[in-house]
């Protein structure tokens, strides 16, 4: 069964960073498309930003700047290293694998307050 387990969560000031980790296991990590959603209360689910087989990235305009999405595929793991992180940054954030269909994590709790 496939599986995507997220770390890194947590709770950071604005200004502050974090680093999310995403451990893939059950597929040929490599070929699948890799992405991290977030969502708020009472907000639909939104794309933050995603990375495919190639390395290419793209990321929400909110974020642009500010996060940055990466890949280790010896380590079977996504990042998303979020800096400046502020206060409408608060979700919690998913990992998504994708190739035929998707695969999601149980989520990991971002929460950006002083």
């Known amino acids: 069964q496939v599986q995507l387990v997220e770390s890194g969560g947590g709770l950071v000031q604005p200004g502050g960073s974090l680093r999310l980790s995403c451990a893939a296991s059950?597929?040929?990590?490599?070929?699948?498309?890799m992405g991290w959603y977030r969502q708020a209360p009472g907000k639909q689910r939104e794309l933050v930003a995603a990375?495919?087989?190639?390395?290419?990235?793209n990321y929400a305009d909110s974020v642009k700047g500010r996060f940055t999405i990466s890949r280790d595929n010896a380590k079977n793991t996504v990042y998303l290293q979020m800096n400046s992180l502020k206060p409408e940054d608060t979700a919690v954030y998913y990992c998504n694998a994708h190739r035929f269909v998707q695969h999601w994590g149980q989520g990991t709790q971002v929460t950006v307050s002083s």
């Open positions: 059950e597929i040929i990590f490599s070929i699948y498309t």
């Open positions: 990375i495919t087989t190639g390395g290419s990235t």
